[in-house]
């Protein structure tokens, strides 16, 4: 059974930073690409960014570009999103994802495991 556990969300200041961890059991993690996904109050969950799953290739949304950096630990199984210059647009459950294979993904639909999700609140 795959599991994934989100830590790290929190209220922060515009501007601010934050960093998201999340925890991977029961996957080949060396093999398991991950994601961000967020929802807003109200909208849809959306992509935020993905790793391969060695860590070479990561790819951002056009709206946490040059913000937002998502890294990976294979050793201890944990993937984390550093998020810097927070707006309060940031503010969502932010989820981490993760499927067995190849490659990347920016479509959920993909993303066969999800975690449970990590409230962030940027304040203006």
């Known amino acids: 059974q795959v599991q994934l556990v989100e830590s790290g969300g929190g209220l922060v200041q515009a501007g601010g930073s934050l960093r998201l961890s999340c925890v991977v059991s029961?996957?080949?993690?060396?093999?398991?690409?991950m994601g961000w996904f967020r929802q807003a109050p109200g909208k849809e969950r959306e992509y935020v960014s993905s790793i391969s799953w060695s860590g070479g290739a990561t790819f951002y949304a056009d709206s946490v570009k040059g913000r937002f950096a998502i890294s990976r630990d294979n050793a201890k199984n944990m993937v984390y999103l550093q998020m810097n210059s927070l707006k309060p647009e940031d503010t969502a459950v932010y989820y981490c994802a993760a499927f067995e294979g190849l490659g990347t993904s920016r479509s959920q639909s993909d993303y066969k495991y999800w975690g449970q999700g990590t409230q962030v609140t940027v304040s203006s």
């Open positions: 029961g996957c080949t993690f060396s093999r398991c690409p």
